[in-house]
Structures are given as structure tokens and as C-alpha cells.
């Protein structure tokens, strides 16, 4: 009888036991899951984060792309343009110059009536030089085609002016320098006025200008 209930004694011993062990196990159970838990929501917050980083990065990067290929369309539209305007001066320089051998021609031709006059000694004074028509003409040309080439110097100053600020992100009231607009113009000089003007360049939202009144940029 002792013996059996020294056995009884041991079981409810042993099923206490049992059920603590079950107990701790399910509480330590329990802490990992909620660990756990919270391991996930912070895995999730930080993947939400990142989303978002990724979108806003590449938001930036597309509006980046777009300003620089807008930089890039209206570089070469300025390109293009000193391009043109290069062509147009030389055809135009070549007209010049065709005219100018012309202007001289009459010019020789009045020295030459002049002198003629005056190897006649004669005590009636020489009449002042008059041009034919045709020399009249060939010098209105050459005026002109001085004018015209002209102009198209200050178009090519403005167009250098304009990459030049495009190209180093300055403002309207920004005044280059000729070595800064060097680089931009052929062989990196300035172009002289044909009719011996003198050029200033102003800020990059004023036309450069001529010291002679009639070579201006139309406004």
C-alpha cells in the first residue's frame, strides 16, 4: 500500500513536470513568435522605404535625363545655327570681295583721269572725280555687302555668346570675354568688322554691337 502510493506520487510528480516543461516551452514559443512578428512588420516597413527610395530616385533620374537631352536638342539648334551663319559669311566675305576689286577698278580708272587732266596743264582746274553709274554701283554693293558681312559676324558673336551660357549655365546679364567666346567661333578668333568697325560684346541677353551705326542686328 505504501509502495502504491509512493508510485501515485511519483506520476502527479512527473505530470507536473511534464506540464511545466510544456508551459515554458509554449511561453518561449510564444516570445519567438511575437519576436518574430516584429521582425516581419519591421522587414516590411523597411521594403516599403526602399520602394519609395527606389521611386524618388528614379523620378530624379528621368527628370535629369529630360533636362539634358532639352540641353542637348538646343545645343545643337545653336549649332546649327553658327553653322548657317558661318556659310552665309563666307558667301558673303567672296561677294564682298568681288566688289571690292570692282570699287578698285574705278577707283583706278578716276586716278588715271585724273592724272590724264593734269598732264595737260592746262589753267582750267581738273573737275572733281565723277563716278559712272556702274562704278556708282559696284560702290553701293561693296558698302552693302561690307554691311551684310558685318552683320553676320555679330550673328556669330551672339550665337557664341549663347552656347557659351548654355555651356556654363550663366545668366542674361552675364558679359563673356573674347577668350571665353573663342572656343566657339572658327579657328578661335573673333571676326573683325569688314568696314574696319569695332565690335563690343555686351551681356548674353543684348546684342553684340558695331561702332558703325548702320551694321546693327535687327532688334
Same mark, same amino acid.
Given at each position: ?39 516581419? =512588420? &519591421? %522587414?516590411?516597413?523597411?521594403?516599403? #522605404?526602399?520602394?519609395? !527610395?527606389?521611386?524618388? $530616385?528614379?523620378? +530624379?533620374?528621368? *527628370? ?29 566675305? =567672296? &561677294? %564682298?570681295?568681288?566688289?571690292?576689286? #570692282?570699287?578698285?577698278? !574705278?577707283?583706278?580708272? $578716276?586716278?588715271? +583721269?585724273?592724272? *590724264? ?31 551684310? %558681312? ?70
Amino acid at each position: 500500500m505504501k509502495a502504491k502510493n509512493v508510485f501515485l506520487w511519483l506520476c502527479v510528480l512527473a505530470l507536473l513536470g511534464g506540464l511545466l516543461f510544456l508551459y515554458a516551452s509554449n511561453r518561449q514559443k510564444d516570445a519567438e513568435l511575437t519576436a518574430l512578428r516584429e521582425e516581419k =512588420q &519591421q %522587414a516590411e516597413k523597411l521594403r516599403a #522605404e526602399l520602394e519609395q !527610395a527606389k521611386t524618388s $530616385a528614379v523620378e +530624379a533620374q528621368n *527628370e535629369e535625363i529630360a533636362r539634358l537631352r532639352k540641353d542637348n536638342q538646343e545645343l545643337f539648334r545653336l549649332r546649327n545655327e553658327i553653322r548657317q551663319v558661318r556659310e552665309e559669311k563666307q558667301q558673303l566675305t =567672296q &561677294q %564682298a570681295r568681288t566688289a571690292q576689286v #570692282e570699287v578698285q577698278r !574705278a577707283q583706278a580708272q $578716276a586716278q588715271a +583721269a585724273r592724272s *590724264e587732266v593734269q598732264a595737260l596743264r592746262t589753267n582750267v582746274p581738273p573737275p572733281a572725280p565723277v563716278l559712272t553709274p556702274e562704278q556708282q554701283a559696284a560702290a553701293a554693293r561693296y558698302g552693302q555687302m561690307q554691311a551684310f %558681312a558685318c552683320i553676320n559676324n555679330l550673328r556669330q558673336l551672339d550665337g557664341a555668346k549663347q552656347q557659351w551660357a548654355l555651356e556654363n549655365k550663366k545668366t542674361a546679364d552675364a558679359i563673356p570675354t573674347a577668350r571665353d567666346l573663342a572656343a566657339y567661333l572658327k579657328d578661335g578668333v573673333l571676326p573683325a568688322c569688314p568696314g574696319g568697325g569695332a565690335y563690343t560684346l555686351n551681356a548674353v541677353g543684348t546684342n553684340p554691337t558695331c561702332s558703325i551705326s548702320a551694321h546693327a542686328l535687327p532688334q
